[in-house]
């Protein structure tokens, strides 16, 4: 694997990005176990969690899958989302993306997953299983 390459996984699951009123609280369904995102700014409340959580009459888009890159990194590594998001656009496909303490995740639509495996393979990132994550 080149020098540059990264790692990553694809969640399991069906995601859903979510927009409530930034003086709601955060509500139960969003802290579910599993990946979720919860970001309040003054303008919104914003929410990515697993689609099936999400009650009737939120407003949300379905239809995400959520890409892990393999970390942890450090604080001072620079352009690991850069490298990673890179062939993406390149490949014409639009993504989310988040960070946490350890790493980034990455949003695709289901529909553009393949397209967007095939352009990261292309780079030379690799999709890894969980059992993979800590090799190496």
Same mark, same amino acid.
């Given at each position: 694997?080149? &020098?540059?390459?990264?790692? /990553?996984?694809?969640?399991?699951?069906?995601?859903?990005?979510?927009?409530?009123?930034? !003086?709601?609280?955060?509500? +139960?369904?969003?802290? @579910?176990?599993? /990946?979720?995102?919860?970001?309040?700014?003054?303008?919104?409340?914003?929410?990515?969690?697993? @689609?099936?959580?999400?009650?009737?009459? #939120?407003?949300?888009?379905?239809?995400?899958?959520?890409?892990?890159?393999?970390?942890?990194? @450090?604080?001072?590594?620079?352009?690991?989302?850069?490298?990673?998001? !890179?062939?993406?656009?390149?490949?014409?496909?639009? #993504?989310?993306?988040?960070? &946490?303490? +350890?790493? +980034? /995740?990455?949003?695709?639509?289901?529909?553009?997953?393949?397209?967007?495996?095939?352009?990261?393979?292309?780079?030379?990132?690799?999709?890894?299983?969980?059992?993979?994550?800590?090799?190496?």
């Amino acid at each position: 694997m080149p &020098t540059d390459s990264l790692r /990553y996984r694809v969640l399991p699951g069906d995601f859903a990005v979510c927009r409530l009123d930034p !003086s709601e609280p955060e509500p +139960d369904w969003a802290r @579910a176990p599993g /990946y979720s995102n919860i970001t309040r700014t003054q303008d919104e409340l914003s929410i990515v969690c697993a @689609a099936e959580n999400v009650p009737a009459g #939120i407003r949300m888009e379905r239809g995400w899958r959520v890409l892990k890159v393999v970390g942890p990194f @450090a604080f001072d590594a620079v352009g690991i989302l850069v490298r990673f998001v !890179s062939p993406l656009a390149k490949a014409g496909i639009p #993504i989310l993306s988040m960070a &946490t303490f +350890d790493t +980034d /995740y990455v949003l695709v639509r289901q529909d553009a997953l393949a397209k967007a495996e095939q352009a990261l393979a292309l780079a030379g990132h690799q999709r890894v299983t969980v059992d993979d994550e800590t090799d190496g």
